[in-house]
């Protein structure tokens, strides 16, 4: 390891701020001890981190072990853990999705045509000749003047809704946010909404590119154990079917109706349009297999001086996918990079912080459970928070940090959204980088980690790296090792340490950039606001 590190050594870095004793090399932050965390957690000895196993047991125990070390406090009263309830449920649904109507019938087959879920917690759910109604988008946005189910009462019916949003296939970008997604583009957002107008089911029409992703992604994530939060008798969260059917399957039952549903698509996208019922019923049933247990979120904290009430929360998710399928002889799926290294990162901020002054403000490390079953922890922790929302600052979130070396940007993902992106910049252009946004808004990722479930109850967010152009190589190496990654490892078992290949100049720079950013807030009165356009602004607005 010494030959990898001796590298940084030599690197020149910023200056770190005067209430923090710099390490050997000058930096905040301890890239050897960021390094150790990953090696550690990702090794096999943790079975790839995943809720509910051993390895759970072993991640959160070191988690809390190195607070300790550090002498942080407890952040959840005099505990170091926040449980959180969550279920199991292996959902087996029905072989054929039947679909009546119009004096013929329609047989959807499931995985080819059709996937269905339920995240109620009961043996059975079923949808039986629930009427069919065409609801466009799925999307209620006052600020858009948008509702597609204005005039339409789908309670007890199933709605049928196209992904993504109005604005994504068209070059207007004022209209919504045009090719970047919004929230209201989000399958989660999509089954959210239909739960709110009181429908039995929803099923979202898949196509690739505006969703982002192939319907093998859909058929791989949708079937089998999916764990969720425990809300035992709660019939009011979602809706009691849930799911997807591809677009040729659309077009077949769109056939069916004496509705006609030529250009579906194009009239969904016209602020005219206006939910149809389409005179048909479908009927799906799910048999489920439940178990339930706790997890646990991770959480300490610096009180402040000052004003303790206040908090800055750094977050990121200690969970992957446990073991699993072999591949290539080995079937742990240990995700270093996903997120071994943003947990070693909070790691390696927390004692940054430690070692330093007290801030002014409390300063919090919160290491959520399961964001791969879904944004969970980080979910439980929105609706159940141990600090007043709206007292939280800021919230500065790591998923996958770097190991590609220096470089020259910063990417922010979800750009525009609030003024944290301001103070990432500026920090981000003392260290000699550019601020670059999302190369690829459409896929909507600011809504596909953990600093989303921050946003959703009104807090801003920063959620950055260097990801864009490196030092050496510049962009087309970056594409390049990024292409690799995903082929080959992104929730692989080939995730893996590799004490030869890693690099941790870019780790260093994110780490100095998201202490300095910390600091700021920590030790000023500055309230970042979200910017106008954001669709949560309004939540903060209404505090």
């Known amino acids: 390891m010494k030959q990898v590190y001796y590298v940084f050594f030599g690197l020149v870095l910023l200056g770190c701020t005067p209430t923090t004793k710099p390490t050997v090399d000058g930096s905040a932050v301890d890239t050897l001890l960021i390094a150790a965390h990953i090696r550690e957690l990702a090794s096999d000895a943790y079975l790839g981190r995943k809720p509910f196993t051993e390895g759970e047991a072993k991640t959160v125990a070191y988690i809390r072990a190195q607070f300790e070390k550090m002498g942080l ?10 449980e959180v309830p969550m279920v199991e449920i292996t959902g087996v649904p029905s072989r054929e999705m039947m679909v009546e109507g119009n004096g013929s019938q329609t047989a959807l087959n499931v995985s080819t045509d059709f996937v269905a879920y339920t995240e109620r917690v009961s043996e059975e759910v079923s949808l039986d000749q629930s009427e069919l109604v065409y609801a466009g988008y799925g999307i209620v946005a006052p600020e858009y003047d948008w509702n597609d189910y204005e005039g339409m009462d789908v309670k007890g019916k199933t709605v049928i809704v196209l992904v993504n949003d109005p604005g994504f296939e068209g070059d ?88 006609d549903m030529k250009n579906f698509k194009e009239k969904a996208r016209s602020r005219d349009f206006e939910a149809v019922s389409l005179g048909l019923t479908a009927s799906v049933s799910i048999k489920n297999t439940i178990r339930k247990d706790l997890s646990r979120n991770v959480v300490a904290k610096i009180t402040g001086t000052a004003h303790p009430d206040e908090a800055i929360i750094y977050s990121a998710h200690w969970d992957h996918l446990g073991v699993g399928n072999a591949i290539d002889g080995d079937s742990i799926y240990n995700g270093a990079h996903d997120n071994a290294s943003g947990t070693a990162l909070l790691l390696g901020l927390a004692e940054a912080f430690a070692r330093g002054e007290k801030p002014r403000r409390t300063v919090v490390f919160l290491s959520v459970t ?141 780490g100095e950039l998201y202490y300095q950013v910390g600091q700021e807030l920590a030790n000023s009165d500055r309230w970042p606001k979200w910017k106008e356009g954001s669709e949560f602004k309004s939540i903060r607005d209404k505090e």
């Open 370 to 510: 399961a964001e791969e079953q879904g944004l969970l922890g980080s979910q439980y922790y929105a609706e159940n928070p141990l600090f007043e929302p709206r007292k939280t600052v800021a919230n500065l979130n790591m998923d996958g940090v770097s190991s590609f070396g220096r470089m020259k940007d910063l990417t922010v993902i979800g750009y525009g959204q609030s003024e944290m992106d301001d103070m990432g910049k500026v920090y981000a252009n003392k260290q000699g980088r550019y601020i670059k946004s999302d190369p690829d808004p459409g896929k909507g990722y600011f809504f596909r980690s953990d600093h989303f479930n921050f946003a959703k109850i009104g807090i801003p967010a920063l959620y950055a790296s260097g990801s864009y152009e490196a030092e050496t190589g510049g962009v087309e190496r970056i594409q390049a090792e990024t292409e690799d990654y995903l082929m080959n490892r992104y929730h692989k078992p080939a995730d893996e340490f590799s004490e030869a290949h890693w690099q941790f100049g870019g780790i260093l720079q994110d």
């Open 172 to 259: 207007d970008t004022t209209f919504f946010k045009g090719k970047t997604m919004t929230y209201y583009g989000r399958w989660t957002y999509k089954y959210e909404e239909a739960a709110r107008q009181g429908a039995a089911g929803v099923i979202i029409v898949h196509e690739t590119v505006p969703a982002g992703y192939p319907w093998m992604v859909v058929t791989n994530s949708w079937s089998g154990a999916r764990l969720g939060l425990d809300r035992s008798g709660d019939d009011t969260y979602q809706c009691a079917v849930v799911g997807w059917m591809t677009r040729d399957a659309a077009i077949r039952v769109f056939e069916q109706s004496a509705v």
């Open 73 to 82: 406090e407890p952040g959840n009263g005099d505990s170091y853990f926040q």
